[in-house]
């Protein structure tokens, strides 16, 4: 990096010292400036910048230095040396943010979570969680803060003008909190020309501000906030080592919103701007961005750590010389400086940070990368406040105590999702149970867009299903990173004296489906005609400490007898009553009392047959994981653990089957017994092949039952998937081509395994053609090659739709061509600009696509968005059964995870008879279940 391409100085007057001495005289006699020449002293810096050679100068200091200059270093060095306080919340008239004009407004009868235990419970007795309760209870908002939380607030006691708000005795919380998100400055639907988080010319950009690059009409802030998250630090992505700046904004945008303008600097939480934000990052990301070995660093681990150092190197010096400047000015006046207050924009934030005013944000996974990094902050004394993607920190929480400044990093976590590269590898979902068990503290975040903020509340629901308790698990997005953003006494609870950032619930936020009914930012209301879903009411959440209990091995039982089912949630079991599940080699042969079958087994077997008593028992069927790369590939981003991507060559995924791995051992236990793949064709979500059946819990594909459907449907994927290659015409025109191609064949081909021979029986209907495709366009285009090529045959193709992310808007037209949609991901939110006509759900749209389409009598069914969704399938059941406004029951909830692939598919399931069923303890289509048992059709059944 040569001189030429630092930065230019951020205040006009940086580098005139060089320039100004040669053009100014020297002069003693005003050397000495009263309050009466300040005017001239203006006018005088005004002549010199605007005209030259200038005039002597009043403003010169015996150096040939400008006065006015070195006085207004000096006020800058208080600036530096000023320490930052987190903004006060209770004692202001009014929120800083608070736009003129805008009513109060009193929410009547809310319950409401405070977000801290009742006065004097003591800290240990809060830890566990004592003291904290939902209160029934009136909230008044004015001038963009909770004035009052009180029992049945008179109407007489507030302003005339307010407005009242009937909460009808939902659930009322603080605003959601989200402590790592892209939004506005990687707007969605994605578009190249919009992309602004990473400024990926140079590893070492501390110096950049993401609020510089927020395109603050981005929609997604809106679908953000229609989740009840208010307030997101929108960090620079993380593909330099140091991203530079960042920002806490607040999802009210323009005056529709309420604000006084649209602009990036009106969402600012902090108006006054307290403390600064940096974001770091350490890993894969900068070496897989940066490192070209023999050319450019860092491309390694090492070379991180060097750029790191090097870099607090030179913000060192910098502050060590404006410390020296500051007391030298300070002691001997700033007229007697030799030179002006050292200044480089290039460190300047650096340097904040090292200053402590700044809140440093670090994206680090792995031990090495987070003992490296806390290295830093010892040697250069600066404090980090979380380390995000902290997959690892849960095993070494010594480390993160050895921090710096005392205070451990929080980490900032995924409830659960991982795998996609090597440092998401190792990674836990009870990460945030072990981090709590240490005293140290979990915030859950979403990396918006890697996942939609919208949903966040459902990783904290997550974080408490995986161990942590209620409280806890709420405070992760909620008081937990107000306190690491330096907002703890104005955002994350309910108290009179913090902002008024308040969202009414339609049920309990750690419920499965809780969704909005009202957002309110900064006493504002934020949707003028919400949708409200249709929903019973329902109880709020008893947290359950059994929860905090993990087995993670399983005994294997071949016979066992699971007593306390009082729910039978499929089909295929027919019983008088519930209480006992028998089960014989794996199999179940009895449900309901089952006394004499009991018998009959123990005599035979002359031994006691294991017992498992359950409360709330569920039994259901096992569930199946569709459109992933379950085994395919274990680590996504590893070449040498995956199929690969096929480059247009058709192949056969039961052919590439690589089984016996994490992700499949996971899958198994959280019920997923059975999964259908197809080959990876240019990443992630784009298939292409055939898909092949097989069973989870199987070691090779050499055992007998393995792969229950050989070859399940031939897959293509249609769209712009980042793809080179023919335009979306031409791929269409290609398979319209195959697929008359193969109506013509007058025979077999000869290689029954070819592409062609799949596609003789997929023109006759006897094999289904699954295209993975979002756009609505691209899905009529494909319904018409349909009807050209059915037309021919007088057949017609079984044609599903994967993804279906606009598939809403041709919801009828699927209808009426009998083709169904396999939704990938369930809830879209327009991530591409094919899915832009997507429904993002309540508050904002009425319903999400899964509603249009049982609406126009399509069959859907769920796909998983990311393989590390195998431990949710139930819970996104769960979502489309409680905000489905009663389309779904309960086992057509299910059957979207299961059943339903198979009638789409026409393939015969490996069935509950066949020993594939699973007993949960809990309903599975609420957050607080648990798979307690797992029959995968192998002749034993894992209890966990
Ligand atoms: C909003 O705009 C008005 C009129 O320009 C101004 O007086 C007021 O200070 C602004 N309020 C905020 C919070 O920016
Ligand atoms: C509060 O709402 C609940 C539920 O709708 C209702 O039963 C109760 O009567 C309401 N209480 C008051 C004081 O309005
Ligand atoms: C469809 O074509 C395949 C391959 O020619 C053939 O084996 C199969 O029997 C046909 N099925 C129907 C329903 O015609
Ligand atoms: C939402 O859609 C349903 C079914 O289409 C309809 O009955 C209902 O009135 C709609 N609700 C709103 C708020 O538009």
Request: contains cysteine; neutral net charge.
């Amino acid at each position: 990096m040569d001189a030429k391409d630092v930065p230019p100085a951020y205040s006009p007057f940086a580098q005139g010292s060089s320039w100004r001495r040669g053009r100014v005289r020297k002069s003693r006699a005003f050397r000495v400036v009263g309050i009466t020449f300040l005017a001239f002293i203006a006018f005088a810096q005004w002549r010199q910048l605007s005209s030259a050679p200038a005039p002597p100068s009043a403003d010169i200091t015996v150096n040939g230095l400008s006065l006015k200059r070195l006085q207004e270093d000096l006020v800058t060095c208080n600036k530096l040396r000023k320490k930052p306080e987190d903004p006060i919340g209770p004692g202001r008239d009014r929120n800083a943010r608070y736009i003129d004009g805008h009513a109060p407004t009193l929410i009547k009868n809310a319950t409401v979570w405070v977000g801290e235990p009742v006065k004097g419970t003591s800290a240990e007795n809060a830890r566990k969680g004592k003291g904290y309760r939902w209160i029934v209870s009136d909230v008044y908002l004015k001038h963009g803060l909770i004035k009052r939380v009180e029992q049945s607030i008179a109407l007489s006691s507030v302003a005339k003008d307010a407005v009242v708000y009937d909460a009808k005795g939902r659930p009322l919380t603080t605003g959601i909190i989200d402590m790592h998100s892209h939004a506005a400055v990687g707007s969605l639907p994605f578009l190249e020309g919009n992309e602004d988080s990473n400024e990926a010319s140079a590893d070492i950009t501390p110096f950049l501000r993401s609020i510089d690059g927020m395109q603050v009409d981005d929609h997604q802030i809106q679908v953000i906030k229609s989740g009840g998250v208010t307030t997101s630090l929108i960090l620079p992505g993380s593909a330099n080592n140091m991203g530079g700046e960042a920002y806490v904004i607040k999802h009210a945008v323009g005056k529709p919103d309420g604000r006084n303008e649209t602009s990036a600097a009106d969402l600012l939480a902090d108006p006054d701007r307290n403390w600064r934000f940096m974001k770091m990052a350490c890993g894969e990301n900068p070496k897989r961005v940066y490192g070209r070995f023999g050319e450019q660093g860092p491309a390694s681990r090492m070379g991180e750590s060097w750029e790191f150092r090097h870099a607090f190197e030179q913000a060192t010096r910098i502050v060590r010389e404006q410390d020296d400047w500051c007391d030298a000015a300070a002691a001997g006046g700033v007229e007697n400086a030799k030179g002006y207050l050292p200044q480089e924009i290039r460190w300047e934030s650096l340097g904040a940070l090292l200053r402590d005013q700044v809140r440093l944000n670090t994206h680090c996974y792995t031990i090495p990368d987070l003992e490296a990094f806390v290295d830093h902050t010892n040697e250069f004394k600066f404090k980090v406040r979380a380390f995000h993607h902290a997959h690892q920190t849960y095993l070494v929480p010594e480390i993160l105590k050895r921090a710096y400044g005392g205070e451990p990093p929080a980490s900032a976590l995924f409830a659960d999702h991982m795998w996609y590269k090597a440092e998401a590898y190792v990674a836990s979902e009870y990460a945030g149970k072990i981090l709590y068990d240490n005293g140290l503290t979990t915030v859950y975040v979403s990396d918006n867009p890697v996942i939609n903020a919208q949903h966040l509340i459902f990783e904290a629901a997550r974080g408490y299903r995986y161990g942590l308790p209620y409280h806890v698990a709420l405070a992760a997005v909620t008081t937990a990173p107000a306190e690491r953003l330096g907002f703890g006494k104005r955002l994350g609870k309910v108290k009179p004296g913090f902002d008024a950032d308040v969202v009414v619930w339609d049920s309990d936020p750690l419920s499965v489906g809780a969704t909005p009914v009202q957002v309110w930012i900064d006493g504002t209301a934020q949707f003028e005609n919400p949708v409200m879903l249709d929903k019973p009411k329902t109880k709020l959440i008893v947290p359950d400490e059994t929860l905090a209990e993990i087995v993670e091995e399983p005994t294997l039982l071949e016979d066992v007898i699971f007593a306390g089912v009082s729910n039978i949630l499929t089909a295929e079991v027919t019983s008088e009553g519930t209480g006992k599940v028998l089960v014989s080699k794996g199999k179940i042969t009895c449900v309901g009392a089952c006394e004499e079958e009991v018998k009959a087994m123990e005599s035979a077997s002359k031994s006691k047959i294991p017992v498992v008593n359950l409360r709330n028992g569920h039994l259901t069927g096992s569930f199946t994981g569709f459109g992933g790369t379950l085994g395919l590939n274990s680590i996504d981003a590893e070449a040498t653990t995956d199929n690969g991507d096929d480059g247009d060559v058709f192949s056969r995924a039961e052919d590439g089957l690589q089984l016996d791995d994490k992700k499949l051992h996971v899958s198994y236990r959280y019920g997923v017994t059975k999964a259908i793949s197809a080959p990876k064709f240019s990443g992630q979500s784009t298939h292409h092949g055939t898909s092949t059946g097989f069973l989870t819990g199987a070691t090779t594909v050499l055992e007998d039952g393995t792969v229950f459907a050989n070859d399940v449907a031939v897959h293509y994927s249609i769209g712009h998937f980042g793809r080179g290659g023919p335009t979306v015409s031409a791929y269409i025109g290609g398979i319209r081509r195959k697929l008359l191609d193969a109506a013509a064949l007058k025979q077999a081909p000869s290689d029954p395994y070819s592409e062609s021979a799949y596609l003789q029986r997929v023109v006759n209907g006897s094999l289904p053609l699954a295209v993975i495709v979002h756009s609505a366009d691209i899905i009529a285009a494909i319904l018409k090659v349909k009807a050209a090529v059915d037309a021919v045959t007088k057949s017609s193709i079984r044609l599903v739709i994967v993804g279906g992310g606009e598939a809403n808007v041709v919801a009828g037209e699927l209808a009426a061509a009998k083709v169904a949609v396999i939704l990938l991901p369930f809830l879209s939110y327009r991530l591409t600009w094919e899915e832009r006509r997507a429904l993002t759900g309540a508050p904002l749209t009425n319903g999400t696509n899964i509603d249009t389409l049982i609406d126009a009598g399509v069959d859907v069914a769920i796909g998983m968005e990311g393989d590390y969704t195998v431990r949710t399938l139930g819970l996104s059941a769960g979502v489309a059964f409680k905000n489905g406004g009663g389309r779904l029951t309960e086992k057509e909830a299910l059957g979207l995870v299961s059943g339903n692939l198979y009638k789409i598919f026409g393939i015969e399931e490996p069935s509950v008879k066949e020993g594939h069923f699973l007993i949960h303890e809990g309903n599975p289509l609420e957050i607080g279940s648990r798979v307690k048992a797992v029959a995968g059709g192998q002749g034993q059944v894992s209890v966990f």
